[in-house]
T-cell receptor, first 114, second 109 residues
Framework: GAVVSQHPSRVICKSGTSVKIECRSLDFQATTMFWYRQFPKQSLMLMATSNEGSKATYEQGVEKDKFLINHASLTLSTLTVTSAHPEDSSFYIC??????????FGPGTRLTVT | GEDVEQSLFLSVREGDSSVINCTYTDSSSTYLYWYKQEPGAGLQLLTYIFSNMDMKQDQRLTVLLNKKDKHLSLRIADTQTGDSAIYFCAPNQGGKLIFGQGTELSVKP
């Protein structure tokens, strides 16, 4: 099956700094990638839809200036959490949609802001 | 918008069948998915059903769809301890997946 990777798998950063998370589709080209956030014992909340070569579409309530998304190629999307605060600590998961339309999920990135 | 509801917990004994239920509100969903999440990991696609189907079977997994009642279920036959995980149903709404809260399945030996 299709494989999606995320890097890093875990990151700890200080409050006020920025952190970048990468999402890659390893064996297919993904024109669309999605970024989700998951709190402990809770569901996945869609943050934004990322389309290659265009601006991301953010869900209501998600600050686009805080969560910067770049989808510069058909296999890579990045999420940058700017000026991170402890409340940004969460599990961030990306998914990539293959040409037939199936979504494949990455393994997730655990972000801890101290 | 779409609202997806699942019961939070299910406990079964090894070898029994597990049935995880899901209700949704948006009848326009064309595909409805089931995902499995193990602790600290991403989501694994288990199976899906197209909205014009009532049932789909894939090895130990059976998906039933009652479109009239907007009810989806996942049955796992001969449940094993390795099936312990959180299971999410996710109707596809306009190209986006809308996730339920997840059902934590606990399999006791």
């Amino acid at each position: 099956g299709a494989v999606v990777s995320q890097h890093p798998s875990r990151v700890i950063c200080k409050s006020g700094t920025s952190v970048k998370i990468e999402c890659r589709s390893l064996d297919f080209q993904a024109t669309t990638m999605f970024w989700y956030r998951q709190f402990p014992k809770q569901s996945l909340m869609l943050m934004a839809t990322s389309n290659e070569g265009s601006k991301a579409t953010y869900e209501q309530g998600v600050e686009k200036d805080k969560f910067l998304i770049n989808h510069a190629s058909l296999t890579l999307s990045t999420l940058t959490v700017t000026s991170a605060h402890p409340e940004d600590s969460s599990f961030y998961i990306c998914s990539a949609r293959d040409p037939p339309g199936e979504q494949y999920f990455g393994p997730g990135t655990r972000l801890t802001v101290t | 918008g779409e609202d997806v509801e699942q019961s939070l917990f299910l406990s079964v004994r090894e070898g029994d069948s597990s049935v995880i239920n899901c209700t949704y509100t948006d009848s326009s969903s064309t595909y409805l998915y089931w995902y499995k999440q193990e602790p600290g990991a991403g989501l694994q696609l288990l199976t899906y059903i197209f909205s014009n189907m009532d049932m789909k079977q894939d090895q130990r997994l059976t998906v039933l769809l009652n479109k009239k009642d907007k009810h989806l279920s996942l049955r796992i036959a001969d449940t094993q301890t390795g099936d312990s995980a959180i299971y999410f149903c996710a109707p596809n709404q306009g190209g986006k997946l809308i996730f339920g809260q997840g059902t934590e399945l606990s399999v006791k030996p």
